[in-house]
């Protein structure tokens, strides 16, 4: 009932704004008030998304977490700024084409929000590069299955 009594009050004063023509008289308060608001729903937002799993990030994100895992690999391998970027373009060419989607593909750590390792990143000491190599060995469906319908021999 309260709630209905504020809405036509305010209804009253936005109508008496409007014949009257000023502007000015919109409450300053309000509009601080609901802007405080929109600040705190954002930031709650944005700490949601952040401890978000892997396969949950969107892809703006993955890229920022692979960048900043490429920073720590580069101080570790000794890497150059040219193979730095390669490998930069390596991991986004390689996350477009889905070869790390998955939480398993990936060891991300929600509460520091940081990759903690990449298990299918190898890296080649002589040709100093990375490749990503699946580790996982797909079984074959056929051997599951039974022995099948054995053929009618026509005459």
């Not at 608001?37 to 703006?60: A, G, V, Y």
């Not at 000794?78 to 398993?104: G, P």
């Not at 580790?135 to 056929?142: D, G, H, N």
Request: aromatic share 6%; net charge positive; glycine share 2%.
């Amino acid at each position: 009932m309260a709630d209905e009594e504020c809405q036509e009050l305010k209804n009253i004063k936005y109508k008496n704004m409007l014949l009257s023509g000023n502007i000015n008289t919109i409450n300053t308060t309000t509009i601080n008030s609901k802007q405080a608001n929109i600040d705190m729903f954002l930031d709650k937002e944005s700490q949601l998304n952040k401890s978000e799993p892997w396969n949950k990030l969107n892809k703006t994100a993955k890229i920022t977490q692979l960048n900043e895992y490429v920073e720590t690999i580069s101080v570790e391998h000794k890497l150059s700024s040219t193979e730095i970027a390669t490998l930069k373009s390596y991991l986004t060419e390689s996350l477009d084409k889905k070869k790390l989607q998955h939480v398993k593909d990936v060891q991300y750590d929600k509460s520091t929000n940081k990759i903690r390792l990449i298990p299918c990143l190898h890296f080649n000491p002589v040709t100093r590069k990375f490749t990503i190599k699946r580790q996982e060995k797909r079984v074959s469906t056929l051997k599951s299955l039974g022995a099948g319908k054995p053929k009618k021999q026509g005459f």
